[in-house]
């Protein structure tokens, strides 16, 4: 066995690591099964990856029982910027909302996480992060009519906030009243559970809230927008929320 075809070395290696970390134990034979490589190969990566300081323990005997030392941590985790953002927006939720657990290490992670990218790239994170505002938990209200979007709608809406892309939604306001509307997703605001969009309003020529349950459909344009000044944005939403 050589390796699964199209499988560079350092992919195998990052599903190596995978693999190890994902479990409490494992053998030589299982690792080398699922990798599509030899035994000996396998012994050849372990030996990269303890070089590397990555500290790999092996049991004696035949059979070959590995595990990460105990408590060790993977390091790098290779994230999208969407994949950071979200997790640093949990991470402030996790704040906001009070959790008892771990809530003196959020301030560390999210640093970490942050200044993992390159510089060009975490300026663009920090960018997208001030626009995500945070506020109280939402009233019974609206949480009588809340129903969490499905993922047709967040993924494109995600895409347009992140990369100031036009839409074009289908809104459906509290009266059941169905309009089409070309906005620019200035703002993203949470009130726990439930997120809105502060936008711009094209047809209206004004700052609008959406509730992001209430989009039914969402389309993108290839235009894109300069963002506007924050003011008229801000006094939209809650005055205790605050950015990321």
């Not at 372990?46 to 070089?51: D, I, S």
């Not at 092996?58 to 290779?78: F, I, M, Y």
């Amino acid at each position: 066995m050589g390796g699964s075809r199209g499988t560079s070395r350092a992919e195998r290696l990052e599903s190596l690591k995978s693999l190890l970390g994902g479990r409490d134990h494992t053998t030589v034979a299982e690792l080398a099964s699922e990798l599509d490589v030899s035994a000996r190969t396998l012994h050849r990566d372990l030996a990269f990856l303890r070089e590397q300081g990555i500290p790999v323990e092996s049991d004696r005997g035949r059979g070959g029982g590995l595990r990460l030392e105990h408590g060790w941590s993977l390091g790098r985790v290779h994230l999208s910027e969407l994949e950071a953002i979200g997790l640093l927006v949990s991470l402030t939720i996790a704040e906001k909302v009070g959790s008892p657990i771990l809530l003196g290490d959020t301030h560390a992670i999210a640093r970490k996480i942050a200044t993992s990218f390159a510089p060009a790239q975490e300026r663009r994170i920090r960018a997208i992060r001030s626009r995500i505002l945070v506020g109280s938990h939402a009233s019974a209200g609206v949480l009588a009519s809340y129903a969490a979007p499905p993922d047709s709608v967040t993924r494109p809406l995600l895409d347009a906030f992140a990369n100031r892309r036009v839409a074009v939604i289908t809104y459906q306001d509290q009266r059941a009243g169905i309009t089409d509307r070309e906005i620019e997703l200035h703002y993203l605001y949470y009130s726990v559970p439930v997120w809105y969009v502060l936008a711009w309003d094209r047809l209206r020529d004004d700052v609008r809230t959406f509730r992001i349950d209430r989009i039914r459909d969402i389309r993108l344009l290839p235009d894109r927008f300069g963002l506007r000044r924050d003011d008229r944005f801000l006094t939209a939403g809650e005055a205790t929320a605050r950015a990321l």
